[in-house]
């Protein structure tokens, strides 16, 4: 029995390996190209270990542009947009699963609608906005349209979801300590809501962090740029995309997102579960 077993898992990890190849290579191409000699970029067939290693295009991604401030820039911005939204999400998806008052179906049906508006289509009226409140070419639409447009609705479903798991008798044992409306939110939901807020978290942090229609709007000096902004920036002297150096900012672009995701998979997933979510 142990011995059919154990084939069996070698099996499914086997097929699980072959299965994993098409979403593995495209990072392990770019990776490798990033150190590859320009003429072997784009060799056929694709060499999956590099002949020979050649660092320049690292050091030519901080020549070519402020490449660290506007690394800085993405982090920043993506840390700041993952708590505020935490912020808004977790205190609004609580008032909407424990606290009952007049219409609170469809205030929360018309919350659920920003899901349905195409961030293209609000664009331009949020251009003007900004534009009257003299905030073009700063930071800050990249940090206010994420926190309380539709990745917050998005992350206020899935905390929403999660309350509405919780045992009511939580809670009453909490009114009995004495705690009021707030007591029983910071101390008895919250500290429950760790895997929906490590999964609120990633969603979070990936779409700042990956955002690029924003930027090329509202954002026009190159050190106040974000990364997905910056990347299309290498260019050779002709033009042409520069795509060594473009491989090599792309490496470090990554870097991050496969570190949260790693850190907080478990989060992710449990958060997931318990709200219902599913791929």
């Given at each position: ?120 289509v ?12 003299h ?9 206010l ?45 919250l500290p ?5 807020l ?8 990936l ?5 690029y ?21 290498f260019?050779?002297a ?30 992710f997933i ?8 599913k791929?």
């Open positions: 029995m142990r011995t059919e077993g154990s084939s069996r898992k070698v099996w499914l990890y086997g097929l699980l390996c072959v299965l994993a190849i098409p979403f593995v290579f495209p990072t392990w191409w770019m990776a490798t190209s990033s150190v590859k000699p320009l003429g072997d970029v784009f060799k056929f067939p694709p060499s999956l270990i590099p002949t020979s290693i050649d660092t320049s295009a690292y050091r030519q991604v901080f020549q070519a542009q402020p490449f660290a401030q506007q690394y800085f820039n993405s982090m920043y911005i993506a840390v700041v947009c993952t708590l505020g939204t935490l912020v808004v999400s977790s205190l609004a998806g609580y008032a909407f699963a424990r606290i009952r008052f007049r219409g609170q179906n469809a205030l929360f049906l018309l919350v659920l609608t920003g899901l349905l508006v195409p961030s293209e609000t664009i331009v009226p949020l251009f003007q906005l900004f534009q009257r409140w905030m073009i070419d700063t930071h800050w639409p990249l940090i349209v994420p926190i309380f447009g539709a990745p917050s609705v998005l992350a206020t479903f899935i905390m929403r979801q999660f309350f509405i798991t919780l045992p009511p008798e939580l809670e009453e044992a909490g009114r009995i300590d004495g705690l009021g409306r707030w007591g029983l939110f910071r101390r008895v939901a429950l809501a760790r895997p929906a490590g999964a609120v978290s990633i969603f979070t942090f779409h700042s962090w990956n955002l229609l924003e930027p090329i709007v509202f954002l026009s000096t190159p050190s106040k740029f974000t990364l997905p902004q910056a990347l299309t920036q260019v050779d002709y033009g042409g995309p520069a795509w060594n150096v473009q491989l090599s900012a792309a490496t470090m672009t990554a870097i991050p997102v496969l570190v949260v995701f790693v850190v907080a998979q478990r989060q449990e958060g997931l579960a318990h709200t219902g979510l791929g």
